[in-house]
């Protein structure tokens, strides 16, 4: 089995509809697929109705959180969509984006990059609008040569143009899924390209509070990093995962570039109780 469990469409910072990301998911090859667009389940409707046969459909979201300054994302995977106390974070979270946006281009505007709000919405669409739009108008402005490029400069969270926002306690996060009967895996834990990374001292407390595990293969992670967390995974009796963090054209990483061991998944589908792996019946 091929398995990708972390996946972004046009409802969040992809550039593929969510019946395209599961179609493009098929002819990848994969067996599995998650869709964790950014604190919203809004493209898992579509994704459902569009699955091909073959293919099944975790469903999940990629949960923006915050820990002593420092930002980190927690997946969440097959938690019920309607618990309301989790619902209603996500929520919190997603009506901070636009502000934060506007916030982001007057700092880029303050630093002379002719950077518009109506470029930014454009560039978002009808998806909930984060950094990697942003990062994408810096593009289309020659400004910076990749997405890549713009997070590891002025959108770092040390960047001239950083922005905080309003993002989950990650242990208020974990509570909150696992209140929902998810599961819950830290995102590229140690990814220092993005900006600063949680002592590995806060993956041991958060391991603690119930995280179930680690996403340790991602692009952003060299070899003796993967290495590194194996060996922490191992130490902590936490999962791990791997998956490609897939955006569509906005970042280089193609579906199923990093996967999920099968026994790893059939962990997770084992411990969630508030959603099921969705089969795909030729949508």
Request: proline share 5%; net charge negative; hydrophobic share 40%.
């Amino acid at each position: 089995m091929r398995i990708d469990l972390h996946t972004h469409s046009t409802a969040s910072d992809g550039t593929d509809t969510p019946a395209e990301l599961v179609r493009g998911a098929a002819a990848a090859g994969l067996d599995v697929v998650a869709l964790t667009d950014h604190d919203t389940v809004a493209g898992h409707a579509e994704a459902r109705a569009a699955l091909p046969e073959g293919l099944t459909l975790v469903t999940g979201a990629e949960l923006s959180c915050r820990l002593d300054g420092v930002s980190l994302h927690m997946l969440a995977y097959l938690f019920d969509p309607e618990e309301p106390e989790l619902a209603r974070e996500r929520e919190l979270v997603r009506d901070d984006r636009v502000p934060r946006a506007r916030a982001i281009v007057g700092k880029l505007r303050e630093h002379g990059i002719p950077v518009t709000w109506e470029q930014v919405a454009r560039i978002a669409g009808d998806g909930a609008v984060g950094r990697p739009h942003l990062a994408t108008a810096l593009m289309e402005l020659g400004v910076v040569d990749s997405v890549n490029d713009a997070f590891a400069s002025w959108l770092a969270s040390d960047g001239p143009a950083y922005v905080e926002k309003h993002e989950l306690d990650p242990f208020d996060a974990i509570r909150l899924v696992k209140a929902a009967g998810g599961v819950t895996v830290f995102a590229h834990p140690l990814a220092v390209k993005r900006g600063r990374c949680v002592p590995e001292s806060a993956i041991a407390e958060l391991a603690a509070a119930g995280l179930d595990g680690i996403e340790v293969d991602h692009m952003d992670h060299d070899a003796p990093t993967r290495a590194r967390l194996r060996g922490m995974a191992a130490d902590l009796g936490l999962l791990t995962t791997g998956s490609s963090d897939y955006h569509g054209s906005r970042k280089t990483c193609s579906l199923g570039d990093c996967t999920t061991d099968p026994e790893i998944y059939g962990e997770i589908v084992r411990r969630a109780t508030g959603a099921f792996p969705v089969p795909g019946a030729g949508g």
